[in-house]
């Protein structure tokens, strides 16, 4: 079976700051990972996605994700938070044989001016 | 181009009272999926729809919900006899449906916000 767990439903950051958002997943097989983001009523859209090949996964506005197969893990980073960066976040996880995702509980960023 | 759109936005109901929810997708997707969303959960899927296959319903919670696609398009998802804990938004996405399945990126509708009372 395969799960996601996001630590944090609430993380603040301020504008400039570092963001780091936790994934982590459970999986019996190799899996594809995902980070959605949704603005505020807005649907989700693709942040960055992991298939197969680099670990280091770069997305838009500036994301970017490192897939770590010893720790299950599949963290989201920026550098610098910008105001705009505000939103609900949920990482996902699919596997090869199947068409079913399985979606964190999401993470909601705050960015302090 | 348009996106994927649902409708209502929003529905108020009355528990026991039946409710249809419409999914347009992505001109040319040929999957297609619908989740639930809860409070403080994250999103619980429903059911996949991919060309003219049988549908994926492993994700449905009762035999209260079903869903349909019509001329592998329109989706409609039929929630009988509400309760009050289907109280969610459900969301519905689309994506390509070529043989990528599960690495293929979703394009997700807005919602429907579903209270029943």
């Known amino acids: 079976a395969q799960s996601v767990t996001q630590l944090g439903s609430h993380v603040s950051v301020s504008e400039g700051a570092l963001v780091l958002l936790r994934c982590n997943y459970s999986?019996?097989?190799?899996?594809?990972l995902f980070w959605y983001v949704q603005y505020p009523n807005q649907g989700l859209q693709l942040l960055l996605k992991?298939?197969?090949?680099?670990?280091l996964v770069k997305g838009i506005n500036g994301f970017e994700a490192e897939f770590k197969k010893s720790e299950t893990s599949f963290h989201l980073t920026k550098p610098s938070a910008h105001i705009s960066d505000a939103a609900e976040y949920f990482c996902a996880v699919s596997v090869r044989s199947g068409n079913q995702f399985y979606f964190g509980t999401g993470t909601s960023l705050t960015v302090i001016p | 181009g348009a996106g994927v759109s649902q409708s209502p936005s929003n529905k108020v109901t009355e528990k026991g009272k039946d409710v249809e929810l419409r999914c347009d997708p992505i001109s040319g997707h040929t999957a297609l999926y619908w989740y639930r969303q809860s409070l403080g959960q994250g999103l619980e899927f429903l059911i996949y729809f991919q060309g003219n296959s049988a549908p994926d319903k492993s994700g449905l919670p009762s035999d209260r919900f079903s869903a349909e696609r019509t001329g592998g398009s329109v989706s409609t998802l039929t929630i009988q006899r509400t309760q009050q804990e289907d109280s969610a938004v459900y969301l519905c996405?689309?994506?390509?449906?070529?043989?990528?399945?599960?690495?293929?990126?979703?394009?997700f509708g807005p919602g429907t916000r579903l209270l029943v009372l």
């Open positions: 999986s019996s097989v190799p899996p594809y």
């Open positions: 992991y298939t197969t090949g680099a670990t």
């Open positions: 996405a689309s994506s390509l449906g070529g043989s990528g399945g599960a690495v293929e990126t979703q394009y």
